[in-house]
């Protein structure tokens, strides 16, 4: 990022783009495997894209329109980071279906083309064709656009059909307004999965060669048999233990025969290259038995090489045909002769065929069993073996049900999960208020698609992109009616969601694009509650929008006079009396946004005036979640998010997650991300304790005396400070940050002066 404090407008630099560009191509160039190989040249790909858009000025990162040429609601492709490469989601080459669709049509295989075919009369009735029947995918937000014109003109809203026709003829050329075809329309929302069959199949199905595997397969099966058969060999030569002292009859014979099969196992058989290496026993036998067979004395150096290579073989498993070497080689033939990952990937993959696949399964045990009777014939993978966890965790992944039941099944692991399969259940409920069918189910696809639109990195306090603001979303806007039923229904799919996260995954921050539905539920509710996205340290701008301070307003009516905040020292009458600062402040000339400076000022007072770097810009934003509670106070109130399991038990869910995140950090040789993760789970921790009534805070702390004794010592040494301070807090005390104002310390993520919990690990450590 260019510029300082002073800058009237913040500019991002090139740094951290080239530095992305080459680890794609270094990665391209050197993993060992294809399809990381692949994924890496993409994304070099879109980092030299990127960073090619900057320097001829045909892209301005950091604003709602990054392309020049792309109005804002065009969703662009975007690379890890939020910044957009210059090309549209919905462009690039025909796909398969737009393809197919040209031939079919007799149409030129042209955007223009086709787009013109859909505004036909056979065009626009193969489109309400797919709006009554519902057999359509809207990828990206875009391929809702004519289906909507289509809608509109039967609703004889000829005008407004018109008027998103305008805005959409100038991109026609580019890019994809138009549907794809599906077999079947999208299944019940109330059941998710990560996901579809056809997915998880295709996933299986290219399951890579593990080469280490059968490298080691190949020597078991193929050059450890051939090493005993040469070893046996030589065994014929030796007399009182000395090898090569005679040469019985046929045995030249015999030995050239050896070599020639040699040549043939090392042409057919590449993989392991041991037997190749001059120093190794096998290649030692080997080049001996070509000097013999040639007819020549072997010199005193080879036959010392040979007799000690023999001895070592020999000593080590035993004469071959022993009781103890067969035993051995027994067991490796058996190891050797188990199906490969990749031929038991191919058999689930198969078994996966047989199901509809667009959509996911209620049951995925019949594909993950063990291989059975019936299918050992036509695979040659005995009956009885098991599948891989492995490739059981892939098929997993298809796994249909009701999101809670997902999440309590492991089948969604983490916070990130839940928020990419939120949307189809958010999708429906937010659009029940339109009353037709079909365009329900048309608002619901462009919502799911919109939801997949990765977010761009903004400066000047600009904001995303709204599906509100979508030319086609828009244009059927009037159309949506806004009741009780629906306003009901969406609120209480917001609790049900903040309770699934909070009992999932409690000890970890909500991310954004989770923020993103909920916020759109909360609209839909008509529930006006302010909830934050986590801000990027390396691009804070120094100051924080209206809703900020909304938000730590609204955590003072939940938690003053709390634990908690005692324990960050918050004075929540004073952010009560704040005001917010009118638009413009701070000299953001691109934005709206109202700022909170007294709130800005109050977080970096609280940080202690940091100043210079990223770690800086964490520190302010760390005291602006810890005022704000990062949306665990709106969760509560106004939405009423009220776990089943109890604050109690959430509160002990984030003291284990502090303990585990603890136990690693000695180990790491930076340890400063994971004190970050341990501090986010310390104080969600506090927060669900602060709920609690007084006997049960009694309760949790004499808990965590019991749950540290059962820890690794190294886990009690770096969890004490924090717990003395936390116990301090309890009986009344306070405790300040760097431990000078009472017993223990506070436990924050942040710092530019080094970490108490870094030190204290480096001496565990060492």
């Given at each position: ?6 800058d009237?407008?913040v500019r991002v630099?090139t740094?951290y783009?080239t530095?992305?560009?080459?680890k ?7 993993h060992?495997?294809?399809a990381?190989r ?8 879109k980092?030299h ?8 000025g045909?892209?301005?990162?950091g604003?709602?329109?990054?392309v ?11 690379a ?6 210059g090309r ?9 279906h737009?393809?197919?669709?040209a ?5 030129p295989?042209?955007?223009g083309?086709?787009f013109a075919?859909h505004?036909?009369?056979p ?6 064709t797919l709006?009554?029947?519902g ?6 937000p875009?391929e ?6 289509a809608?509109?003109l ?6 407004r059909a018109?008027?998103l026709?305008e805005?959409l003829?100038?991109?026609s050329?580019?890019?994809?307004f138009?549907?794809?075809?599906a077999?079947?329309p ?9 996901e579809?069959v056809?997915?998880v199949r295709?996933?299986v199905?290219?399951r890579?060669?593990?080469t280490?595997v ?5 020597t ?8 005993d ?10 007399e009182n ?5 005679r040469?019985p ?29 001059p120093k ?8 001996a038995l070509?000097e013999?067979v040639?007819g ?5 150096r080879?036959r010392g ?5 023999v ?7 035993g004469q071959p045909?022993s009781r103890?070497?067969s ?11 188990r ?20 959509e996911?399964?209620?049951d995925?045990?019949p ?11 036509g695979t040659?993978v ?7 966890e492995?490739?059981?965790r892939?098929?997993?992944?298809a796994?249909s049900g009701?999101i809670?039941?997902?999440v309590?099944?492991g089948?969604i692991?983490?916070?990130?999960v839940l928020?990419?399969l939120?949307p189809?259940?958010a999708?429906?409920?937010?659009t ?16 799911r698609?919109?939801?997949n ?7 000047n306090?600009?904001h995303?992109?709204?599906i ?6 828009r ?7 806004d ?6 229904h969406?609120r209480?799919t917001?609790?049900r969601?903040?309770?699934?996260a909070?009992?999932g ?38 100051t ?10 609204l955590?003072?009516?939940v ?5 908690y905040?005692r ?9 009560l ?16 946004a ?8 109050l977080c970096r007072?609280?940080a ?5 770097n990223v770690?800086?810009n964490?520190?302010v934003?760390?005291?602006?979640q ?6 665990l106070?709106?969760l509560?109130?106004?939405?009423g998010v009220?776990?089943?399991?109890g ?7 984030c003291?284990g997650?502090?303990?585990?995140i ?6 790491l040789?930076?340890?400063?991300n ?5 501090a986010y ?6 927060f669900?304790?602060?709920?609690c009534?007084p ?7 004499a808990?965590?005396d019991e749950?540290?004794?059962?820890q690794p010592?190294?886990v009690?040494a770096?969890?004490a400070?924090a ?7 309890a009986?009344?005390?306070h405790?300040?940050?760097d431990g000078?104002?009472g ?16 030190d ?6 060492a």
């Open positions: 990022m260019n510029g300082n404090e002073d009237t407008e630099g740094g783009i530095h992305q560009l080459a794609a191509l270094e990665t391209a160039a050197s060992e495997d294809a990381a692949k994924r890496a040249e993409e994304r070099g790909r980092w894209d990127v960073l090619a858009g900057m320097l001829d045909t892209l301005a990162i604003t709602r329109t990054p020049t040429d792309l109005p804002e609601w065009v969703t662009p492709e975007v890890h980071g939020g910044f957009a490469t549209a989601s919905a462009g690039g080459p025909l796909l398969p737009e393809t197919e669709l031939r079919r049509t007799g149409v295989a042209e955007r083309a086709l075919y505004l036909s009369e065009g626009l009735a193969e489109l309400n709006l009554d029947s057999h359509y995918r809207v990828e990206a875009e809702a656009a004519l289906l909507t014109v809608w509109l039967r609703a004889g809203a000829r005008s018109l008027t026709l805005t003829a100038p991109f050329d580019r890019l994809r138009a549907p794809r075809p077999d079947a999208e299944t019940d929302s109330a059941v998710v999965y990560r579809t056809g997915e295709s996933t199905a290219a890579p060669e593990n280490r059968e490298a080691m397969r190949e078991l099966t193929v050059w450890n048999p051939f090493a058969e040469i070893l046996s060999h030589w065994l014929e030569t030796a233990g000395r090898v090569a002292a040469t009859e046929g045995w030249q014979e015999r030995g050239a025969s050896l070599l020639e099969r040699y040549e043939t196992l090392a042409e057919q058989h590449t993989r392991c290259t041991k037997h190749r290496r190794e026993n096998i290649a030692i036998l080997r080049a070509a013999a040639a020549r004395t072997l010199p005193p080879q090489l040979l007799q000690h290579a001895d070592s073989m020999v000593r080590r498993r045909g103890a070497h035993a051995l080689r027994a067991r490796q033939s058996a190891d050797g002769a199906p490969s990952h990749r031929e038991l990937a191919r058999l689930v993959a198969g078994r996966l065929s047989g199901l509809p696949q667009q996911g399964t209620p995925t045990s594909f993950v069993c063990p291989v059975t009777a019936d299918e050992e014939p040659g005995p009956a009885g073996t098991e599948i891989p492995a490739i059981q892939v098929v997993g992944r796994l009701p809670d039941v997902l309590e099944r089948t692991p983490s916070a990130e928020a990419a939120v189809r259940i999708a429906t409920t937010t029940a208020a339109y009353p037709d069918e079909a365009l329900s189910t048309l608002m619901a696809a462009t919502y698609a919109f939801r639109r990765r977010s761009l990195l903004l400066l306090l600009e995303q992109v709204r509100g603001e979508l030319p086609w979303v244009a059927v806007a009037d159309y949506r009616e009741n009780d039923e629906a306003r009901e969406a209480a917001l609790v969601i903040g309770e699934i909070l009992s995954f409690p000890a970890t921050a909500l991310p954004n694009p989770l923020i993103s539905e909920l916020t759109a539920l909360a609209r839909a509710a008509r529930i006006d509650v302010p909830l934050l996205e986590e801000l990027a340290a390396d691009i804070f701008m120094g924080f929008s209206a809703k900020f301070l909304k938000a730590a307003k955590a003072a009516h938690l003053d006079g709390t634990l905040a324990y960050y020292g918050i004075d929540y009458p004073a952010i009396a704040m005001s917010a600062e009118a638009p413009g402040s701070r000299d953001l000339p691109r934005s709206n109202r700022t909170a400076e007294s709130f800005a000022d007072a609280r202690g005036h940091p100043r210079g770690a800086a964490g520190m934003i760390e005291q602006a810890i005022l704000t509670t990062h949306n106070a709106a509560v109130h106004p939405i009220s776990p089943n399991a604050w109690p038990r959430l509160a002990r869910h003291f997650a502090v303990c585990r603890a136990e690693r950090v000695p180990d040789r930076d340890p400063l994971a004190i970050k993760d341990a789970a310390w104080r969600h921790m506090l669900y304790l602060s709920l009534d006997g049960a805070q009694e309760s949790f702390l808990w965590t749950e540290v004794r059962d010592a190294r009690a770096l969890l400070p717990l003395a301070g936390l116990r301090h807090v009986a009344g005390g405790v300040g940050s000078t104002d017993p223990g310390r506070r436990l924050l993520g942040w710092s530019t002066t080094g970490h108490w919990m870094r204290l690990s480096m001496s565990l450590g």
